[in-house]
């Protein structure tokens, strides 16, 4: 009876094992399907996430409102969907978008789930001439977040919001529900304010936008990352201007970072 049971518990326990084993052959097998899926298809997909509302960081929202009479709420909104409009503009002539800001009621619930599963990192930017990706120093407690602002330390490098994702089921689920092979995250908009010196008018205010963003792979890797910066002159104070003539070359930047990336992925692929 005992070596009965005995038995009984090893085949148990054997056939629970075998089951952990197919489970995780299915993953790995599900991932590289996806990973062919998206380098075999003629034109791929980009799925462009906006920034979270806490993720925009301005110091001249005081005179958008001075000049435009738009709240900073409005202000914030205006810059959220124009940078995905704008990115979507410039990517579309090489690729097929998703905007998850052009139905925000049909992809509520999936911005939600998204936002959900990311976290963020403050990583030195990479060089987007020798494009490797940036790895988190976890020892250094780069960022904090008060009362729903984040709030960023001050380094004497380079860095950037970089976007990293804590389940591993989200972009297989994001690649099954709506076939998008790249995923572009817009993690952080800055707008800080300068003083310049000319030397026809003194003493002028210069403006620089940033845009912070990561792009993954359907099959979750690290594709290009990194910051996205121009100036433009200190008396614009229009977002739709602002959008409308200088987030359009941005967009043509990334898009150009993108095709790049993609053509050295398949560069190395075919020397393996």
């Known amino acids: 009876m005992g070596q009965r049971r005995s038995r009984e518990n090893y085949f148990g326990r054997n056939k629970k094992a075998m089951k952990i084993a197919l489970h995780k052959y299915f993953i790995l097998f599900f991932y590289c399907l996806l990973s062919l899926a998206s380098y075999s298809q003629t034109k791929l997909k980009v799925m462009i996430v906006p920034f979270e509302p806490k993720m925009y960081m301005s110091q001249i929202d005081h005179k958008i409102n001075a000049e435009t009479k738009l709240t900073q709420k409005q202000i914030k909104e205006t810059f959220r969907k124009g940078v995905n409009d704008e990115l979507s503009r410039s990517l579309k002539k090489n690729f097929e978008v998703l905007d998850l800001l ?82 572009l995250f817009v993690n952080q908009i800055d707008i800080s304010s300068n003083a310049a010196i000319s030397n026809e008018t003194g003493t002028t205010s210069e403006r620089i936008l940033i845009i912070h963003y990561t792009i993954y792979t359907v099959d979750a890797k690290e594709l290009n990352s990194g910051t996205c910066s121009l100036k433009f002159p200190g008396d614009v104070n229009s977002p739709s201007k602002i959008i409308s003539s200088y987030v359009s070359k941005m967009g043509t930047e990334i898009n150009r970072r993108i095709i790049l990336a993609l053509a050295k992925e398949k560069e190395a692929a075919e020397k393996k």
């Open 102 to 183: 052009k139905d925000t009621t049909k992809y509520k619930k999936d911005l939600f789930s998204i936002y959900k599963n990311l976290t963020y990192s403050y990583d030195k930017v990479p060089d987007q001439n020798n494009y490797k990706a940036p790895t988190t120093e976890k020892d250094k407690k780069n960022q904090t977040i008060k009362n729903g602002q984040l709030i960023v330390e001050t380094d004497p490098n380079a860095r950037f919001m970089n976007a990293k994702i804590k389940s591993p089921v989200l972009i297989p689920g994001l690649y099954a529900k709506y076939k998008t092979n790249l995923f």
